[in-house]
């Protein structure tokens, strides 16, 4: 069974997401297709699909939307995407952060 996260920055230790909460830019947005793309070279092997916000939706994006099985391998490319970006990840399907 598949789920859905998103990768973005938060400092305040939230357990859940407020109402009206907005996403600040996790960066310019050469950096974080550089640091996505560094991440999946072995990408092809694993059930993860990562979709960084579209540059319509935001000149700089806020959020990499990720879908597929959160394994082990999995999670060590969110992992390394997160600490590059020094983002955190959501898991919405259970609307809580996963402390990698």
């Known amino acids: ?4 996260g998103l990768i973005f920055i938060e400092k305040r230790e939230l357990s859940t997401l407020p109402k009206d909460w907005v ?6 947005r050469k950096l974080v297709n550089d640091v996505v793309a560094k991440a ?3 990408l092809h092997s694993l059930a993860l699909s990562l ?9 700089d994006p806020r959020t990499i939307s990720v ?3 959160w ?3 999995e999670m060590k490319i969110i992992d390394s995407i997160c600490a ?9 399907e259970s609307g809580k952060f996963i402390e990698l």
Do not use: K, Q
Request: glycine content about 8%.
């Open 51 to 59: 979709t960084v916000e579209s540059e319509e939706e935001n000149a």
């Open 23 to 28: 996403p600040v830019p996790l960066g310019p």
């Open 84 to 92: 590059a970006l020094d983002a955190r990840f959501y898991d919405a």
């Open 67 to 69: 879908s597929g099985v």
């Open 1 to 4: 069974m598949s789920s859905i």
């Open 71 to 73: 394994g082990e391998e």
């Open 40 to 42: 999946l070279p072995s």
